[in-house]
């Protein structure tokens, strides 16, 4: 069993990318395909041993709790014309009762902040944040990979991947260390630097597994890069004093808080799945 029973899912954004889309529907209800983002990365929590479902939210987002929830009337409609199989696969999608809390970042003052809004739901016990505008789509759940890695060094663990070196000031950025497989240590981190200034390409994607002594730093920390609380500021003080590494997770990962990593994650998440690939796969060619 995974020891990394935790994750917060900070929901609070207002994706003013996706606009005019978001401007009433949480960004995170956007389908893929027929599910909702928010439901994929649910799964791959839940696939990662994940027994309790933290999701930071803010005004405007009651659909979130809505979608998690049983929907009764159409539970019993769906029953009654023997529709089972959209019944079963409806019924898996939510948390059980008392799996899942809501808590809200009151105000914008970015990730770290929103991180630390969940603060007494984790308790002191190593947890995962799953940003939900990453989607990755994988054979072995991204996160069950982060807690696998925990377990062997005991630190906090980031997931990561090489990005174009144009690209760095969209991300936290690794100053790598030691090179193990998959693992990646970190000596420094650094909020979205100019490509001039970045330690490497290692980008930090939005899976971790954090050391419950984050809170403190997020406590104490003050606004960085674009004037906001970053995660990423606070877990560079954890440097040094716990192991911290970067995992270049195996899956895939698409960006659907930007248009076209949002078309992007339809196609693939479309071409993986048995019941639509090939008739999928014809309308695509008609496009080339
Ligand atoms: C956040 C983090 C950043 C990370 C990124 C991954 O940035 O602050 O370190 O690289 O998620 O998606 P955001 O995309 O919220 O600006």
Not at 55 to 70: A, M, N, P, Y
Request: charged fraction near 25%; aromatic fraction near 6%.
């Amino acid at each position: 069993m995974s020891p990394v029973r935790k994750a917060v899912f900070p929901v609070a954004g207002l994706g003013t990318r996706m606009l005019p889309a978001t401007k009433v529907l949480p960004k995170e209800m956007l389908p893929v395909v027929d599910k909702p983002i928010i439901q994929y990365a649910l799964e791959e929590a839940r696939a990662a041993g994940i027994e309790e479902f933290i999701f930071v939210t803010g005004r405007g987002k009651t659909l979130i709790e809505d979608h998690f929830d049983r929907a009764v009337e159409l539970f019993d409609t769906l029953a009654a014309k023997g529709k089972s199989e959209a019944l079963a696969e409806l019924e898996a999608g939510i948390p059980k009762a008392g799996e899942v809390t809501y808590t809200r970042q009151q105000e914008p003052l970015g990730l770290g902040h929103a991180v630390w809004c969940a603060r007494h739901l984790v308790g002191d016990e190593p947890f995962a944040v799953s940003l939900v505008d990453d989607l990755i789509l994988g054979d072995s759940p991204c996160l069950g990979e982060l807690a696998e890695a925990h377990g062997r060094t005991g630190g906090n663990i980031v997931a990561t991947m090489e990005v174009p070196h144009a690209h760095t000031k969209r991300y936290g950025i690794l100053d790598p260390g030691e090179i193990d497989g998959r693992l990646v240590e970190a000596k420094a981190m650094v909020e979205k630097p100019e490509p001039e200034r970045a330690p490497s390409r290692y980008a930090v994607i939005g899976r971790y597994v954090l050391l419950p002594e984050i809170f403190g730093h997020l406590d104490r920390q003050e606004p960085g890069a674009g004037g906001e609380i970053q995660l990423t500021d606070a877990m560079a003080q954890m440097l040094g004093a716990r192991p911290f590494h970067g995992y270049v997770f195996s899956g895939e990962r698409y960006d659907c808080g930007d248009k076209l990593g949002y078309l992007e994650a339809i196609v693939a998440a479309a071409l993986r799945r048995p019941d639509l690939a090939d008739g999928f796969a014809s309308i695509l060619k008609r496009y080339d």
